[in-house]
């Protein structure tokens, strides 16, 4: 099995500490590793994930030469909002432009980005729309580019895999996230994957980042948004007018898709090399679930190497 061969001892290292920077909106915090003097790379995560996601992966790509700067997303952890008049967006622009404010912080003039779920698609937009000028390379776990519309076509199969977004979308799904947030997660952890168990250990070192204040609202707004369900921040609107041309990328950019994702098919992510005009790689991992860089991370690690320091 894909998973059968991790080392559970990245994962039990003990935390990192955190920085925090100021950008326009947050008090954002994130974990800096590797080699001083390193390539600058950007890992973000997903939902419901956190910056532990990528702990191993870490130890591979800092023997690469990376240095690696790992945010806890808004809504996630210690990062905070700086203003309790900012709305509490959960856009997939407002990621893409707290991935750009968090490089602006910290001079960084040119970096590579490798995002998950959520980050996936704010490292897609960012690519695209952002900062393609700055972006070295784009690497995406689990999401293929071009599925950001309220408008778009999808499966039945993939209709039902969503069931939790359009459960959001009710008041009685909202509550839920506010108040059974760990018993959802948990759940959505088991359901994404399939032939692997995640310790309880491994989801509680996690499920930390979830008693954000936040967060719970950050989450409803974010897949309410997604389809239409709640209005667009209004301080967004240019970056999600252009969204909806569904720009290409120009970035050199690899996906990796689990196989046996569950939750975004392996279809979701086929047939996208029209909306890239730089060098583009899709790779399936026969097997695996949502969370490649948790269950397969020698394989993610050593995609990611090759890809990120050619």
């Given at each position: 099995?894909?998973?059968?061969?991790?080392?559970?001892?990245?994962?039990?290292?003990?935390?990192?500490?955190?920085?925090?920077?100021?950008?326009?909106?947050?008090s954002?915090?994130?974990e800096?590793?590797?080699?001083?003097?390193?390539?600058?790379?950007?890992?973000?995560?997903g939902?419901?994930?956190?910056?532990?996601?990528?702990?191993?992966?870490?130890?591979a790509?800092?023997?690469?030469?990376?240095?690696?700067?790992?945010?806890?997303?808004?809504?996630?952890?210690?990062?905070?909002?700086?203003?309790?008049?900012?709305?509490?967006?959960?856009?997939?622009a407002?990621l893409?432009?707290?991935?750009?404010?968090?490089?602006?912080?910290?001079?960084l003039?040119?970096?590579?980005?490798?995002?998950?779920?959520?980050?996936?698609?704010?490292?897609y937009?960012?690519?695209?729309?952002?900062?393609?000028?700055?972006?070295?390379?784009?690497?995406?776990?689990?999401?293929g580019?071009?599925?950001?519309?309220?408008?778009?076509?999808?499966?039945?199969?993939?209709?039902?895999?969503?069931?939790?977004?359009?459960?959001?979308?009710?008041?009685?799904?909202?509550?839920?996230?506010?108040s059974?947030?760990?018993?959802?997660?948990?759940?959505?952890?088991?359901?994404?994957?399939?032939?692997?168990?995640?310790?309880?250990?491994?989801?509680?070192?996690?499920?930390?980042?979830?008693?954000?204040?936040d967060?719970?609202?950050?989450v409803v707004?974010?897949?309410?948004?997604?389809?239409g369900?709640?209005?667009?921040?209004?301080?967004?609107?240019?970056?999600?007018?252009?969204?909806?041309?569904?720009?290409?990328?120009?970035?050199?950019?690899?996906?990796?898709?689990g196989?046996a994702?569950p939750?975004?098919?392996?279809?979701?992510?086929?047939?996208k090399?029209?909306?890239?005009?730089?060098?583009?790689?899709?790779?399936?991992?026969?097997?695996?679930?949502?969370?490649?860089?948790?269950?397969?991370?020698?394989?993610?690690?050593?995609?990611?190497?090759?890809f990120?320091?050619?």
């Amino acid at each position: 099995m894909p998973g059968s061969g991790h080392r559970d001892n990245a994962v039990h290292c003990a935390p990192r500490p955190f920085s925090v920077l100021e950008t326009p909106s947050l008090s954002l915090a994130y974990e800096v590793s590797g080699p001083d003097g390193g390539s600058p790379l950007i890992l973000l995560h997903g939902w419901p994930d956190d910056v532990r996601t990528w702990d191993r992966i870490l130890p591979a790509l800092h023997a690469a030469g990376l240095k690696t700067i790992v945010p806890y997303l808004r809504g996630y952890g210690p990062t905070r909002f700086r203003s309790a008049g900012v709305r509490r967006s959960g856009q997939l622009a407002a990621l893409g432009q707290d991935l750009i404010d968090l490089a602006d912080g910290l001079g960084l003039q040119r970096f590579a980005v490798v995002g998950h779920d959520w980050g996936a698609r704010a490292a897609y937009i960012a690519a695209c729309l952002l900062g393609p000028a700055r972006i070295t390379r784009c690497a995406a776990l689990s999401v293929g580019w071009g599925t950001n519309s309220p408008d778009q076509v999808l499966s039945l199969r993939q209709i039902q895999n969503y069931w939790y977004h359009w459960y959001m979308a009710t008041e009685r799904g909202a509550e839920l996230v506010r108040s059974e947030r760990l018993a959802l997660t948990r759940h959505i952890w088991t359901i994404w994957n399939p032939g692997w168990t995640v310790s309880d250990d491994e989801f509680t070192r996690t499920a930390a980042s979830f008693d954000n204040p936040d967060w719970a609202e950050i989450v409803v707004d974010s897949y309410r948004v997604r389809w239409g369900h709640a209005p667009v921040d209004p301080a967004l609107d240019g970056i999600e007018k252009r969204l909806a041309d569904r720009p290409q990328i120009a970035v050199p950019t690899l996906l990796i898709h689990g196989g046996a994702d569950p939750v975004n098919e392996p279809a979701t992510s086929e047939g996208k090399e029209r909306l890239f005009t730089g060098p583009y790689r899709r790779v399936v991992l026969d097997g695996v679930g949502h969370f490649p860089q948790r269950q397969a991370a020698d394989q993610v690690g050593r995609e990611l190497v090759g890809f990120l320091t050619t």
